[in-house]
């Protein structure tokens, strides 16, 4: 008798852990493959995480001994070997604060479901390399997240 094999996982997980607020899966997920497809990258695994400050904050204490909210978190888990943006492969996990992004999103005059955009997008720019540690690093980011971001959301998605 052959043994049962296991399909192999999705290489894209989206993840609505919020107990009020949501956004569009299917602009999260256009977003993820343009920017990997933009970037030259392989999703080996992304999983993204639409959650709420609670978690974010508890993840970044944690993991990164900050012990403050954030948009955004990164968790590479591919070989620290790829280093140079942008990364041939795509693994990890990006978690994604919606509690922030409805606090902040007028301050930057954009909708509640674009500043979340913005911050998949800047979380999958992580995971492939990118570090806004610097100030051209910032700029570098921000340059690509406003090209992906209108690049998607142009073409008729939610934003």
């Known amino acids: 008798m052959p043994v049962p094999v296991e399909p192999y996982p999705e290489p894209l997980s989206i993840e609505h852990d919020h107990s009020s607020l949501s956004v569009d899966a299917d602009t999260v997920e ?15 695994h992304v999983s993204v995480v639409l959650s709420d400050h609670d978690t974010v ?22 070989d620290e070997d790829e280093t140079s943006p942008p ?4 693994e990890g996990e990006v978690y994604v604060d919606l509690d922030t992004a409805e606090e902040r999103h007028e301050e930057f005059d954009t909708t509640f479901e674009r500043e ?22 910032q700029e570098t980011m921000r340059a690509l997240e406003d090209r992906y971001l209108e690049a998607v959301l142009s073409e008729g998605s939610a934003g």
């Open 87 to 90: 990364a041939p492969t795509a």
């Open 57 to 78: 904050r508890r993840l970044n204490a944690a993991y990164l001994d900050h012990d403050y909210d954030t948009d955004v978190l990164s968790f590479s888990l591919r």
């Open 30 to 44: 256009a977003l993820i493959r343009h920017v990997l497809e933009a970037e030259g990258a392989r999703p080996v």
């Open 116 to 137: 979340t955009y913005r911050y998949v997008v800047h979380g999958v720019l992580h995971l492939l390399g990118y570090d806004d540690g610097t100030e051209d690093g």
